[in-house]
């Protein structure tokens, strides 16, 4: 069962609608800069949602001559736009707002911290429901794989994204909570001010190290080490293949990927023989790996061996 990534959208844009809404109401009503910088926090992550949207119906377009591979990069292009907007909307205009309150604070009563705590009480029991739904594709995701190493090799930056959203979400809700109290508590509206320095300085964290994942799949990087183990497998167990020479693997989308290989075939096979086993190849493996939508195969028996290597010894460790 693949991992539903419009799903995880759809409820964290769900969440972030409502919750947006209700945090402007409060931060005004309270005049709380954390709360004020959560309301922000929850208004970028509400367009970050729409973006990954737009992304997944882009990507859906079928290739033409401008894009003869189709769009499935706009999966990684839009995610990346949103690390962007996660750290220029939401971090660094928490950073901004809380250091102008440390430095020139308001004049003005505060207001009643009661909507602060209802609200931010309330999000934060919505944000777990998102997280929940996010956490629940994310081990669909990860297949058993260790968390770090899900993380490190998805091929589909969605619901990783939504999944650190969500989580930030319910730090910096928390921090936001802490916050308005010590301020309430202490009479001092700089405890205020410094939850919205401190949820600046968490969102501009995690919009780097979304943007760092990002980088690499807009780059191109390769399938996933078991799937490129199990396209040399396929290939050279069809009859009339001698052994792959080169193996070379790129994603362009989550469910899109290239495979080029060059196989060295069964010496004094005919042409005919060397087109009906270069389609059987293409056949097996398309069957078992279906995102390798664009196969390329070349005949060539003294290939450089890129891609082979480093397949073979984790076979042979049996990893």
């Known amino acids: 069962m693949a991992a539903d990534s ?3 959208v759809i409820a964290a844009l769900a969440g972030n609608i409502a919750i947006a809404a209700c945090k402007f109401g409060a931060a005004y009503a309270s005049r709380s800069t954390s709360t004020l910088a ?13 973006l990954l949207l737009v992304g997944m119906r882009l990507a859906a377009r079928p290739a033409n001559e401008r894009f003869p591979f189709g769009r ?23 950073v901004w707002e809380g250091i102008e309150r ?39 995701l990860a297949a058993g794989r260790p968390f770090r190493r899900a993380v490190t090799e998805t091929r589909d930056p969605t619901i990783v994204l939504v999944l650190a959203e969500d989580a930030t979400a319910i730090l910096g809700l928390t921090i936001a909570l802490a916050a308005v109290g010590l301020a309430g508590a202490s009479g001092h509206a700089a ?16 919009a780097f190290l979304l943007a760092r994942i990002t980088h690499g799949l807009l780059i191109g990087e390769s399938a996933t080490p078991e799937d490129q ?18 193996l070379l693997t790129m994603h362009l989308g989550p469910n899109v990927a290239i495979l080029a290989m060059k196989i060295a075939f069964r010496p004094s096979m005919a042409v005919e023989g060397v087109e009906a086993t270069t389609n059987e190849v293409e056949r097996r493996v398309r069957r078992e790996l279906p995102q390798m939508q664009k196969i390329f195969i070349e005949a060539d028996s003294q290939g450089d061996g890129r891609g082979v290597g480093a397949i073979r010894e984790r076979l042979s460790r049996g990893i």
């Open 191 to 206: 405890f205020d001010a410094a939850g919205s320095v401190a949820i600046g300085v968490l969102l501009c964290l995690v």
């Open 102 to 140: 440390l430095l020139y604070p308001s004049t003005a009563s505060p207001g009643s911290a009661v909507w602060s705590y209802a609200v931010l009480a309330v999000s934060l029991v919505i944000e777990l429901m998102s997280f929940r739904v996010a956490f629940g594709e994310f081990k669909i």
């Open 72 to 94: 499935a990069s706009e999966r990684y292009f839009w995610p990346f736009v949103v690390a962007l907007m996660l750290f220029s909307v939401g971090g660094a205009f928490a």
């Open 229 to 246: 183990a199990r396209a040399l497998v396929l290939t050279e167990s069809t009859p009339g293949v001698d052994r792959v020479t080169q």
């Open 6 to 8: 419009r799903k995880v």
């Open 38 to 50: 959560e309301a922000v926090h929850s208004l970028a992550d509400t367009a970050n949602q729409g």
